[in-house]
Nanobody, 123 residues
Framework: QVQLVESGGGLVQAGGSLRLSCAASGRTFTRSSMGWFRQAPGKEREMLAAIGWSGGSTYYRGSVKGRFTISRDNAKNTVFLQMNSLKPEDTAVYYC????????????????WGQGTQVTVSS
């Protein structure tokens, strides 16, 4: 079992940056692929990025590639999402999630979820 707590959300102007953190607890973190997702009002949840347990494998959704960077610190059981050049359409609740697989870019393979953190980008 993995417990996840996100932080770092907030209000930022378009073009600005935010860094989200996800603190994990549970014995399986270091062998878990970690992902970041978001859900905007009235829209389906979408997968943004994923990182394998060693950090050597990553996945990015096309719309965030080049602007967002996922990373992890296994010693601190934390995964990060650095978000640059933010746009109003990035406004959503952002979630981190853990998979039972060592690396996965498939959203349905993520089974453990945090409570989410709100990101609002003003124009």
């Amino acid at each position: 079992q993995v417990q996840l707590v996100e932080s770092g959300g907030g209000l930022v102007q378009a073009g600005g940056s935010l860094r989200l953190s996800c603190a994990a607890s549970g014995r399986t973190f270091t062998r878990s692929s970690m992902g970041w997702f978001r859900q905007a009002p009235g829209k389906e949840r979408e997968m943004l990025a994923a990182i394998g347990w060693s950090g050597g494998s990553t996945y990015y959704r096309g719309s965030v590639k080049g602007r967002f960077t996922i990373s992890r610190d296994n010693a601190k059981n934390t995964v990060f999402l650095q978000m640059n050049s933010l746009k109003p359409e990035d406004t959503a609740v952002y979630y981190c999630a853990a998979s039972k697989f060592e690396f996965s870019s498939t959203s349905t393979e993520y089974n453990y979820w945090g409570q989410g953190t709100q990101v609002t980008v003003s124009s």
